[in-house]
């Protein structure tokens, strides 16, 4: 069975940081990219950051450039979200997500992890 | 941009759903729906517009090209009633509407 597992979520004062960590499970983990996705509270979903495979190539949200880095140990079938410089606006769920192989979309989610940057 | 409407829509079990989402820029035919219930992540339904994605019911449909797609679920079922939100992977950064609840009437 596919499988996702965010973790790393948590409570962080503005300017703080935090990692997220995704691992994956039931399917060939360095043959797919992989992106993190967010949902603040009552909100619609945003594409945060996406990495290839083989983890050479990474881009991101303009809402992020500059403060979170993605990246993947494909050894340990892990990818990570470091975020930095926290505002109150990332706090959201945040998902990982499996990209289907042949077309632009998500076809495997996690059940997403809880950030929220408050004082 | 990408515009769903309506916002809530209100159906009876068994009655056929119709969810609209209205894109700023022709987007060829890159548009897919998610489904999304309370507490649980997305769920892909429809990609490249119209594919069922693997193991989504028969009664979910989509359709249109360039700026204007439609999702229809043919007879809702009590499983249905969830949020929908359509995604754009035209280009980057992929972008998501806001997304139609589908509440029991």
């Known amino acids: 069975e596919v499988q996702v597992v965010e973790s790393g979520g948590g409570l962080v004062q503005p300017g703080g940081s935090l990692r997220l960590s995704c691992t994956a499970s039931g399917f060939t983990f360095t043959n797919y990219p992989m992106h993190w996705v967010r949902q603040a509270p009552g909100k619609g979903l945003e594409c945060v950051s996406r990495?290839?495979?083989?983890?050479?190539?990474?881009q991101y949200a303009d809402s992020v450039k500059g403060r979170f880095t993605i990246s993947r140990d494909n050894s340990k079938n892990t990818l990570y979200l470091q975020m930095g410089s926290l505002r109150a606006e990332d706090t959201a769920v945040y998902y990982c997500?499996?990209?289907?192989?042949?077309?632009?979309?998500?076809?495997?989610w996690g059940q997403g992890t809880l950030v929220t940057v408050s004082s | 941009v990408l515009t769903q409407s309506p916002a809530t829509l209100s159906v009876s079990p068994g009655e056929r759903a119709t969810l609209s989402c209205r894109a700023s820029q022709s987007l060829g035919n890159k548009l897919a729906w998610y489904q999304q219930k309370p507490g649980q992540a997305p769920r892909l339904l429809i990609y490249d517009t119209s594919t069922g994605a693997t193991g989504i019911p028969a009664r979910f449909s989509g359709s249109g090209s360039g700026t204007e797609f439609t999702l229809t679920i043919s007879s809702l079922q009590s499983e249905d009633f969830a949020v929908y939100s359509c995604?754009?992977?035209?280009?980057?950064?992929?972008?998501f509407g806001q997304g139609t609840k589908v509440e029991i009437k």
């Open positions: 997500a499996r990209r289907h192989l042949t077309v632009g979309v998500l076809d495997n």
């Open positions: 990495i290839s495979s083989g983890g050479d190539s990474a």
């Open positions: 995604q754009q992977y035209y280009t980057w950064p992929w972008t």
